[in-house]
C-alpha cells in the first residue's frame, strides 16, 4: 500500500498550491541524491515526493486523487512511477535547479547513449453511459510514425551500419564545466551531432530517409475499467510514436469522452432519473419499471406518494472507480396531472372530487420542506 501523498509532502489535505511547492521543495533539497552520496533510501524518498508533488500540484490531478485515491491512479496516473532521472527531471523543471547528478542520470555520464524517445499520442474515446456502468473495450485505429520495415528501423541502407559519431567519439554526450546550487561540477549534456546516439547514419535509408520511421497504422485494443468519468485519461505506456532509430516509444493517451445519456442526470457515481405517474398511482401505489444503466428495474411506488418524492434504488447507479461497489440511482416522482379527459374520466373524477378531502395546510408546509431538504442532498 503506497503512502498517502499528503503525508508523503506532511501538508494537510487542504492546504494551498504554494504549500506543496514549498513543502516539496524543501523535502527534495534535503533527500536529494546530491547530497546523500548514494543513498539509497534518499533516493526513493526523492522519487516519493517527486511523485506525490508531481499529482498534488495540479489541480486537475489532485481533484482525482482526493476523490479516487491511490487506486483510481492505477488508471489516471499510471505514468506516475518515476525513475530517478524523471523525478529529477520535474525537480530541475520547476525549481529551475540543474544538478550533477541530474545531467548524470539523464544523459548517462559517458557510459548510457541518450536515445530519443518518440512523442506521446492523444486519442478521444467516446463512450456511452452504459459503457461507463460496464466497463468495455475499445478499438482504435491510429495514423501515425511506425518502424521503416526496410531497415528495421534503424536508418542505414541494407548492408550498412552508422558509423561513429566524430564529435562526441561516439559517448553521444559533451562535457563542461559548470556552476550549481550544490558546488561546482561537470555537465553533461547531448552531443548535438548525433543528439546524443552516439553514432550517425552515413548511408540512409532510402524508405525512411535515415529516420527509421515511416507512415504508418496500427489497431489499439484499450480497456476502459467500469466507472469512469468524463474528460478522464487512460495511459497506455510504451504505445506511442517510436523514436527515431529504435528509439524508445512514446505513449499513447486516451481521453475519455462520455455521451450524455438524456434519461439520467450524473452526480458522480449516483445518477438521477426523473419519473412521471399518474394520480391513481400516486394515490393507490404501483409497481413500475424504470431504466437503469444495466436494463430495466422494477420500483415498487408507494400509495400517497407526492410530487418531488425520491425513491432510492441502491447499488443501480455507476460502478465506483477503484473502490469497489456502486452508487445508487435515485428515481424523482413527479405526479402527472391528466391534460384531456373522456367523458367518463371526467365523470369519475368529479364524482371524486365531491368527496375527497383537501390537502392538510400544515403538513404540506413540512412536507414540502422534507422534499427540498432531501433535494438539495442529491
Ligand atoms: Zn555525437
Ligand atoms: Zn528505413
Redesign the pocket.
Known amino acids: 500500500m503506497k503512502q498517502d501523498f499528503y503525508e508523503v509532502l506532511g501538508v494537510p489535505r487542504d492546504c494551498s498550491e504554494a504549500d506543496i511547492k514549498k513543502a516539496y521543495r524543501k523535502l527534495a533539497m534535503e533527500c536529494h541524491p546530491d547530497r546523500n552520496n548514494g543513498d539509497k533510501g534518499a533516493e526513493e524518498r526523492f522519487k516519493l515526493v517527486t511523485e506525490a508533488y508531481e499529482v498534488l500540484r495540479d489541480p486537475d490531478k489532485r481533484a482525482a486523487y482526493d476523490r479516487y485515491g491511490h487506486q483510481g491512479q492505477r488508471t489516471d496516473f499510471s505514468s506516475m512511477h518515476f525513475d530517478l532521472s524523471e523525478a529529477l527531471m520535474v525537480f530541475m523543471r520547476d525549481f529551475g535547479i540543474g544538478t550533477a547528478s541530474g545531467f548524470e542520470s539523464l544523459f548517462g555520464g559517458g557510459q548510457r547513449r541518450e536515445r530519443r524517445r518518440g512523442h506521446d499520442i492523444k486519442v478521444g474515446l467516446k463512450l456511452t453511459l452504459a459503457e461507463v456502468a460496464s466497463g468495455t473495450t475499445k478499438t482504435v485505429r491510429i495514423k501515425s510514425l511506425e518502424s521503416c520495415p526496410d531497415c528495421a528501423g534503424t536508418g542505414s541502407k541494407a548492408g550498412t551500419q552508422p558509423v561513429q ?10 562535457r563542461r564545466q559548470a556552476q550549481s546550487l550544490f558546488g561546482q561540477f561537470l555537465t553533461v549534456s ?11 547514419v552515413q548511408n540512409p535509408c532510402e524508405r525512411c530517409g535515415g529516420d527509421g520511421r515511416v507512415r504508418g497504422e496500427k489497431t489499439i485494443q484499450i480497456d476502459v475499467p467500469a466507472g469512469v468519468a468524463d474528460h478522464h485519461y487512460l495511459t497506455l505506456r510504451g504505445q506511442g510514436v517510436p523514436g527515431p532509430r529504435n528509439g524508445p516509444r512514446g505513449d499513447l493517451i486516451a481521453v475519455l469522452d462520455i455521451k450524455e445519456d438524456p434519461r439520467f442526470e450524473r452526480h458522480g457515481d449516483d445518477l438521477v432519473y426523473d419519473l412521471a405517474i399518474t394520480v391513481t398511482q400516486a394515490a393507490l401505489g404501483a409497481e413500475i419499471t424504470v431504466p437503469t444503466p444495466f436494463g430495466q428495474s422494477r420500483l415498487r411506488i408507494e400509495p400517497g406518494t407526492q410530487t418531488g418524492m425520491a425513491y432510492r434504488l441502491r447499488n443501480k447507479g455507476l460502478p465506483r472507480l477503484g473502490e469497489g461497489g456502486h452508487g445508487d440511482l435515485h428515481v424523482r416522482v413527479h405526479v402527472w396531472t391528466p391534460t384531456k379527459l373522456t367523458a367518463e374520466q371526467r365523470k369519475l373524477l368529479e364524482k371524486l372530487s365531491e368527496i375527497e378531502d383537501a390537502p392538510p395546510e400544515k403538513e404540506t408546509g413540512k412536507f414540502w420542506d422534507t422534499i427540498r431538504r432531501a433535494l438539495g442532498q442529491l
Do not use: D, I, K, M
Open positions: 559519431c566524430g564529435t562526441c567519439g561516439g559517448s553521444g554526450e559533451v547531448p552531443c548535438p551531432t548525433c543528439a546524443g546516439e552516439g553514432t550517425v
